[in-house]
């Protein structure tokens, strides 16, 4: 069994930041890439960050609309993902759902996992 659990959605002014962390856990062998989606009311799910498994941090691929203001990180010894965001604007407002790419114990194959979602309202 595997589990991807994010925190730290809520309710933000416009300019404001929030920090998005997301934890793996379970029965994990390995995790290769991470990531970020969002999905607004009404739009399908897009991709607003990844990292690959580099050693020395892996490397990063932002959606246009967000470089330069949002920030992904991982800590691999945690098994986990965090996305900071700053000057967020309005049209930042959606469902914020974690991605892992990774093998399970005992299996050859990779299987992407996803988390719950969390909600992210930008608003005044």
């Known amino acids: 069994q595997v589990q991807l659990v994010e925190s730290g959605g809520g309710l933000v002014q416009p300019g404001g930041s929030l920090r998005l962390s997301c934890a793996a856990s379970?029965?994990?062998?390995?995790?290769?890439?991470m990531g970020w989606y969002r999905q607004a009311p009404g739009k399908e799910r897009e991709l607003v960050a990844s990292?690959?498994?580099?050693?020395?941090?892996?490397?990063?691929r932002y959606a246009g609309s967000v470089k330069g203001r949002f920030t992904i990180s991982r800590d691999n010894a945690k098994n986990s993902v965090y996305l900071q965001m700053n000057s967020l604007k309005p049209e930042d407002t959606a469902v914020y759902y974690c991605?892992?790419?990774?093998?399970?114990?005992?299996?050859?194959?990779?299987?992407?996992?996803w988390g719950q979602g969390t909600q992210v309202t930008v608003s005044s």
């Open positions: 991605n892992a790419d990774l093998i399970r114990v005992g299996s050859p194959y990779q299987y992407g996992y």
């Open positions: 990292i690959t498994s580099g050693a020395s941090g892996g490397s990063t």
């Open positions: 379970g029965s994990i062998f390995s995790i290769n890439a």
